[in-house]
């Protein structure tokens, strides 16, 4: 039980995670609030995956690229491919437009066979596209790039026979080393490939989690601790911290540094809160564990109720392929429909999924005969 608990409370921190994000795209008007919400949104991801990082895969690095490949990399270009593939009929459906000068609309064209062809072979290839509608999941690369620059950090170690504090002074040195470079890469407008400056500015943030990992059992949040944080948080705002990793934003580091870890603490803390109600509790969890579809499918989702809106306000067609949404004032429908209903198409394809492999089992087993 105790087991099952810990599982459900790193759901529920990865599905307050994305919950963050999609009301961040929703079209929430109010940016003081956004700002906020950036300082830890997507930090609290890098942060969770140095957690569960396992000390053995130091062992063998090529192991371990090969498990993140599947994990990250591989779910995130058949969604990137998905949505190529359905380019074309996205701008039938005026999810896409042609428009060019209209406000909020990145006008598209149709793509012929080879540039379909194109595209595809260079998501896989280099993921040097992504579509508009998997927007959302740009930081999947840095991810994949930040774990596997962590794991080869680790693995140094490892062939260095260092231990205990060396280990821990040496990662951490490596770290704040890399870091160092992305920020002066994000200061000067520079991006790399698979955005490996936001991965560089990340790793700090994957070792937190690492580390925190050794002590975790030791460690109970208190309200009064959360509660001085937020008040750091909020000066940290005051003295114009900013953090924005796609733009490659940052402003005032020693503020955000407060404001982000600050930010990943109260994530904890409240997702702990949650625990004491189950059915919030497994809501949340459950959006969790689906973390990676809401991702990719949020904006789609923000399609359904521009339709909505177009219909019911007798707006322009065109206007369904505004981005991220056509109505800031539903933003609280944007964000239900952000997370609810990615969920509900997963579950669904889960459910058909299952129903034919069991059917496939079943033809496949003998026929025993009386």
Not at 30 to 42: D, E, F, K, M, S
Not at 197 to 207: E, K, L
Not at 322 to 337: C, H, K
Request: aromatic letters at 18%; charged letters at 15%; a positive charge.
């Amino acid at each position: 039980m105790a087991e099952k608990k810990r599982e459900i409370y790193w759901d529920i921190v990865k599905g307050l995670g994305i919950a963050a994000v999609v009301f961040g795209h929703s079209g929430f008007a109010y940016w003081p609030v956004i700002i906020l919400i950036n300082y830890y949104h997507l930090p609290i991801f890098f942060f969770v995956s140095g957690f569960f990082y396992n000390d053995t895969y130091s062992t063998d690095p090529y192991m371990y690229i090969g498990r993140k490949l599947r994990t990250l990399w591989w779910p995130m270009i058949q969604y990137v491919v998905a949505f190529i593939l359905l380019h074309n009929l996205f701008l039938k459906l005026n999810i896409y437009s042609s428009l060019t000068d209209q406000p909020m609309i990145y006008p598209k064209t149709p793509y012929t066979l080879f540039e379909i062809l194109g595209n595809v072979l260079g998501a896989i290839l280099n993921t040097s596209y992504i579509s508009e509608m998997a927007g959302a999941m740009w930081f999947i690369l840095p991810l994949f790039i930040s774990m596997v620059i962590f794991c080869v950090f680790q693995h140094f170690s490892f062939i260095l026979k260092l231990s205990g504090i060396k280990k821990e002074i040496f990662t951490l040195s490596l770290s704040i080393i890399i870091a160092s470079i992305g920020v002066l890469l994000m200061n000067k407008s520079l991006r790399l490939p698979w955005r490996a400056d936001v991965a560089f500015v990340t790793i700090p943030i994957v070792y937190s989690g690492y580390f925190l990992k050794k002590y975790w059992q030791r460690i109970n949040m208190k309200w009064h601790v959360a509660f001085f944080l937020a008040v750091c948080v909020y000066l940290s705002y005051r003295q114009g911290a900013e953090l924005s990793f796609f733009p490659g934003l940052i402003k005032n580091i020693p503020a955000v540094l407060i404001a982000m870890f600050s930010g990943i603490y109260l994530n904890l803390y409240i997702a702990k809160s949650l625990l004491r109600f189950q059915l919030p509790a497994r809501v949340i969890a459950y959006i969790g564990k689906n973390s990676f579809h809401i991702m990719a499918l949020q904006f789609l989702s923000f399609k359904l109720i521009n339709m909505v809106d177009v219909t019911i306000h007798n707006k322009p067609s065109f206007m369904i392929a505004r981005f991220t949404v056509s109505n800031l004032n539903w933003w609280p429908l944007y964000f239900f429909a952000g997370i609810f209903i990615p969920i509900f198409f997963t579950y669904m394809y889960q459910q058909i999924k299952y129903k034919v492999s069991t059917k496939t089992k079943l033809r496949r087993l003998p026929r025993i005969r009386i």
